[in-house]
């Protein structure tokens, strides 16, 4: 069965609060884009066709509104709510029906990835029927997210959430794969101390039962999560700077779904035209222009 993806952008955003007090976080831009965007095209990236986009009740008009059914990018996407912010493994319980015994890959909302390594890290994660697989990246301040800890040999050995004294410098980034069994183990996870049905705790499943992946990501790949303001900030500098370098714009579904066939030029030019007046309106235009004409 065809694995299929969600896009977890439920939560106050309460590290953003002013900001974010009327709008859903994923929904605010990261220079020149929504942030929910990034997200999504990683899931594209990966292949994957069918997406869930799990909401706040209120934020979920807005979502629609924005992402609409996916058709316009060659994906089918369904919506669903997250009550409370409950926890990042309430996601695969919440999505039970929908994945309908397929295998998933779950990726938060707030979460930024760029680099060619890591693409081709994640379209082979996306291949793989059995277990989870799950990526490290180094970090500065591993306290703040799930850290992985290591034997003499490099095996991973153990998963602690926001530990005091971190085993090692390697975070686990927001992008989970898991297969057909993943809602099921979700709903054996108890809350945690801080009351939340914890990631981490699903990943202890897997780890404990031989079945975890772990896929340590290179220097050559960019990881941010944009959930306070200096890290929105940050991110948005980055792509600035990545797009002003290479002279093209990243993370635009309407590129990711020319360039994967699944949509065709008239239908690239079709999304551009309401757009023109700004420059990713332009910049989608110009794409268009630049193809031979047949």
């Not at 859903?24 to 942030?35: A, E, N, R, Y």
């Not at 799930?146 to 004294?165: A, M, N, Q, R, Y």
């Amino acid at each position: 069965m065809k694995r299929k993806g969600i896009i977890l952008a439920g939560g106050t955003g309460s590290r953003l609060h002013p900001s974010t007090i009327s709008v859903s976080k994923q929904l605010m831009p990261v220079f020149d884009k929504p942030m929910i965007y990034y997200p999504l095209t990683v899931l594209m990236e990966a292949g994957l066709d069918d997406i869930l986009v799990i909401t706040t009740p209120e934020d979920q008009a807005a979502f629609q509104k924005l992402l609409k059914d996916g058709r316009q990018w060659g994906l089918n996407i369904d919506y669903a709510v997250q009550p409370s912010p409950d926890g990042l493994a309430q996601a695969l319980v919440i999505a039970k029906d929908w994945l309908d015994g397929a295998p998933s890959a779950l990726i938060l909302g707030d979460n930024l990835f760029f680099g060619q390594s890591f693409s081709v890290a994640v379209r082979a994660a996306a291949l793989k029927s059995e277990g989870a697989t799950v990526f490290g990246y180094r970090v500065r301040n591993p306290e703040r997210y799930g850290v992985l800890g290591f034997d003499s040999t490099g095996k991973v050995t153990s998963i602690t959430e926001k530990p005091k004294k971190p085993a090692s410098d390697f975070a686990v980034t927001g992008l989970y794969f898991y297969d057909a069994n993943a809602s099921d183990y979700a709903a054996q996870v108890t809350p945690s101390a801080r009351g939340e049905f914890e990631i981490t705790d699903l990943n202890k499943i897997y780890l404990d039962k031989g079945l975890l992946d772990v896929e340590l990501l290179s220097d050559t790949t960019t990881w941010l999560d944009t959930g306070t303001h200096r890290s929105l900030l940050r991110a948005a500098q980055f792509v600035s700077v990545i797009e002003e370098r290479q002279g093209r714009r990243i993370c635009c579904p309407e590129i990711v779904a020319f360039d994967q066939g699944r949509i065709d030029a008239a239908q690239l030019r079709a999304l551009a035209e309401p757009l023109r007046k700004s420059g990713y309106g332009q910049y989608l235009l110009k794409v268009v222009e630049s193809q031979p004409r047949v």
